[in-house]
Nanobody, 123 residues
Framework: QVQVVESGGGSVQAGGSLRLSCTAA????????MGWYRQAPGLERELVSTITVDGTTKYGDFVKGRFTISQDTGKNELYLQMNSLKTEDTAVYYC?????????????????WGQGTQVTVSS
């Protein structure tokens, strides 16, 4: 069982920034792809960003250079730096780890999910 725990959500005004963090066991960062997804009320969960074991990153089309995924293996943490936030970025953001396919694709049936952290962007 892979456990991932998100933190760092909150409320911010449009144009502001937030950084989300996700912690996991050390082996997860060595062996698994990791990523961020989000789900807004009434909508399906969508890709925000993933990073594979070899460091290849992928972003959802809506990101348009505003978000950056990174990880600090020394601290066993994954980050999502979100800048220029928009009201439509309001959602629950989930951290995920995929130790089978490593997030080689956009979605994975093998992902382990955190409980999510709420991000609310107000106008």
């Amino acid at each position: 069982q892979v456990q991932v725990v998100e933190s760092g959500g909150g409320s911010v005004q449009a144009g502001g920034s937030l950084r989300l963090s996700c912690t996991a066991a050390a082996y997860v960062f060595v062996s698994c792809g990791m990523g961020w997804y989000r789900q807004a009320p009434g909508l399906e969960r969508e890709l925000v960003s993933t990073i594979t074991v070899d460091g290849t990153t992928k972003y959802g089309d809506f990101v348009k250079g505003r978000f950056t995924i990174s990880q600090d293996t020394g601290k066993n943490e994954l980050y999502l730096q979100m800048n220029s936030l928009k009201t439509e970025d309001t959602a629950v953001y989930y951290c995920a780890a995929d130790c089978v396919t490593g997030f080689q694709g956009e979605y994975s049936d093998f992902a382990y999910w955190g409980q999510g952290t709420q991000v609310t962007v107000s106008s």
